[in-house]
């Protein structure tokens, strides 16, 4: 059942459903409604805030590899993920604000690998 709600809903998105199968539909409570997209949107703006908090505290740009902390290593993951997105055309700029997901200022050179004596 959940397939067929599932196709139905993205018919409707691209406005190929058919008016009897909208009708049918229409006596089911939130069918038109996807709820792990809103979960995923909800999820996407608490962590955005939760990364300008961070930022906000004076914490560097958090990484997903080498990372100090478990939510460093969360924010890191989140970054890398909405920057391919971003890259590939699937989040929309109005969505987060660009600028946050492009800097990629991160840690300085010199906390690598120590300097050859």
């Known amino acids: 059942m959940e397939a067929q709600i599932r196709q139905r809903r993205s018919e409707a998105a691209t406005g190929t459903l058919h008016p009897s199968y909208k009708d049918r539909l229409a006596r089911i409570a ?5 709820a792990r997209t809103a ?10 805030a939760e990364l300008v908090t961070c930022r906000a ?9 080498k990372y100090d902390t478990e939510q460093e290593h969360t924010f890191g993951v989140w970054i890398r993920g909405q920057r391919q ?3 590939e055309g699937a989040l929309s700029p109005t ?3 660009s600028p946050t997901l492009r800097c ?14």
Request: glycine residues 10%.
């Open 30 to 34: 939130g069918w038109d409604t996807d």
């Open 85 to 87: 997105k971003l890259r």
């Open 104 to 117: 990629r200022a991160g840690r300085k050179k010199n906390e690598g690998r120590p300097a050859r004596s």
């Open 95 to 97: 969505r987060l604000p």
């Open 39 to 48: 979960a995923d949107e909800a999820r996407c703006y608490t962590r955005l």
């Open 57 to 65: 505290e004076g914490n560097d740009w958090p990484r997903h590899h």
